[in-house]
């Protein structure tokens, strides 16, 4: 079938309103539309194809049967019949129009068509009027990025940061962040943060996608982010610090060897990798690591990780950070901190928070002054507040992991990154990896050997955790050398000084360095 020209227009109707379809030299042997909605809510719906004289067709869809209570995108298909599954309508794109190049609204709901990425297919968008424009705003913008990139001036004194996709004020960006505001008060930045969290300063925020993000991101002199941005290209003169997230145990880019998201976004990653003008690393082991699995030649500036600094001096006021973060104050904190489970989807980069942990034995097991803080990654699924001992707590909505370690006596976790960071602190690591032999074969695998180069033990059960939570010291003296070996080879750039090096290296020296030169 050839792709016709389409012509779309909003028609009041006795029935309700209906979305009148145009396709002008549609192909013969059309006589349906079929729509197919993407996602859970996968409805299908037919509508016959009417000819006329000139070799037009026309179909009227009622808008009612593409609303629900969210967002929904239907795929357009041309059918010979009810029971045919079709072929993508591919209408001819009209130059210089907006992505969603047809925008109604009707009963409450915004409607509005545009063309897929991956074959140039009719998608239309149907969705709560407000959800529906702030949804379609953010997908024209991210059409016109690549246009703003090259038009829009330069602004060199304008910094835009991100931390975790736009969900945190938290990682490393923060911590350069912190260190700019006190060493170049001269530069203006911004936070692309969707969260409610204070940030010093109250620098202005953008959403993330939002037209205004896409403005900023085109402008900004420096951009800082810790995973990817929403838009790929900068201009030549703008400096682009990727901190990433982690010193790497579980497999990165293209050194995974099994399928699953992460291989599946790698290409998209490099797009962006293409980008960064230099990427941070906390140790030679992780410049080395980087390079290979994200296939990237640009500079590497080995500085240590920000995130570090305020975990290398005891934390000053422990009871004032539990009391700022919501927690009971004067106890001891084991913090459970595990990864996500990369073949566990629940949804798009979504997955089951699948604990394998006795809660209730755990809690038992804790001493009175001792309490539980479980911190959910953030791209899993949460627990069940309601259902939790009373001296386990779940903090996964707290953003910043940073903070929790600060307080943490003692941290358990499984294959997260958080331990290298962790490690800085001298306190005990314990790991809890229920699932070790098919995490390291089927899900992700691993640089370093689990039970030979982590600087704690491994338990597969509760009962082999409580008894390492139960016996600390006795863990403790038992793995202080390899403790120590381990801190030297990861975290001896960890000193405290890593933010300052970092702002100092990328943004120049601090400002009043530059007022004397």
Not at 210 to 236: D, I, M, Q, T, W
Not at 325 to 350: F, I
């Amino acid at each position: 079938m050839s792709a016709p020209r389409l012509a779309l227009a909003l028609h009041a109707a006795g029935g309700g309103p209906v979305l009148h379809l145009r396709l002008v030299a549609a192909p013969a042997e059309a006589r349906w539309l079929r729509l197919c909605a993407r996602g859970p809510d996968a409805r299908a719906l037919c509508v016959p194809l009417r000819a006329d004289a000139g070799g037009d067709a026309c179909a009227e869809v009622p808008v009612a049967s593409l609303l629900g209570p969210g967002p929904l995108r239907w795929d357009v298909r041309l059918a010979a019949s009810p029971g045919d599954a079709g072929v993508h309508l591919c209408p001819a794109p009209e130059a210089g129009a907006a992505r969603h190049f047809f925008r109604a609204q009707a009963a409450g709901h915004g409607l509005s068509a545009y063309l897929s990425d991956s074959a140039g297919s009719l998608v239309l968008l149907a969705a709560p009027a407000a959800r529906h424009a702030a949804v379609a705003d953010a997908e024209d913008a991210k059409a016109r990025f690549q246009t703003e990139l090259r038009d829009a001036p330069l602004e060199p004194d304008l910094v835009l940061f991100e931390s975790f996709l736009g969900k945190a004020y938290a990682g490393n960006p923060r911590y350069v962040y912190e260190a700019l505001r006190e060493l170049r008060p001269d530069l203006r930045c911004v936070w692309a943060y969707d969260g409610t969290q204070p940030i010093p300063g109250d620098p202005p925020r953008v959403r993330r996608g939002s037209p205004e993000y896409y403005r900023v991101l085109a402008r900004a002199g420096y951009r800082v982010n810790n995973v990817v941005f929403a838009g790929h290209g900068r201009k030549p003169e703008t400096v682009y610090l990727q901190t990433w997230h982690g010193t790497p145990l579980k497999r990165l880019g293209w050194d995974i060897e099994v399928a699953g998201p992460e291989a599946d976004a790698r290409d998209n990653f490099h797009r962006e990798s293409r980008a960064w003008t230099v990427l941070l690393s906390a140790n030679p082991y992780s410049s080395d690591t980087f390079r290979r699995a994200f296939r990237y030649d640009g500079p590497v500036l080995e500085a240590g990780y920000p995130l570090t600094d305020p975990l290398v001096a005891p934390c000053p006021d422990r009871d004032a950070l539990a009391a700022r973060l919501g927690l009971p104050v004067g106890r001891r904190y084991v913090l459970y901190a595990p990864t996500w489970r990369d073949h566990r989807p629940v949804g798009t980069w979504r997955f089951d928070f699948d604990l394998h942990l006795d809660l209730d034995a755990v809690s038992a097991a804790l001493a009175p002054d001792q309490v539980l803080l479980v911190k959910g990654h953030h791209l899993a699924t949460g627990l069940d507040a309601a259902r939790l001992p009373g001296n386990v707590i779940d903090v996964s909505a707290l953003e910043d992991v940073t903070e929790l370690c600060a307080l943490a006596d003692v941290l358990v976790t499984d294959y997260s990154s958080v331990f290298f960071d962790f490690a800085v602190t001298g306190r005990p690591i314990l790991f809890y990896c229920y699932d070790l032999e098919l995490y390291a074969r089927q899900v992700r695998g691993f640089y370093l050997d689990m039970e030979r180069d982590l600087p704690g033990p491994v338990a597969r059960t509760t009962p082999e955790l409580l008894a390492l939570l139960r016996d600390l010291p006795a863990v403790q003296a038992r793995y202080a050398a390899r403790y120590r070996a381990f801190r030297q080879e990861y975290c001896a750039l960890a000193d405290g000084a890593a933010a300052r090096r970092v702002v100092e290296a990328v943004f120049g020296p601090a400002a009043e360095a530059r007022a004397c030169a």
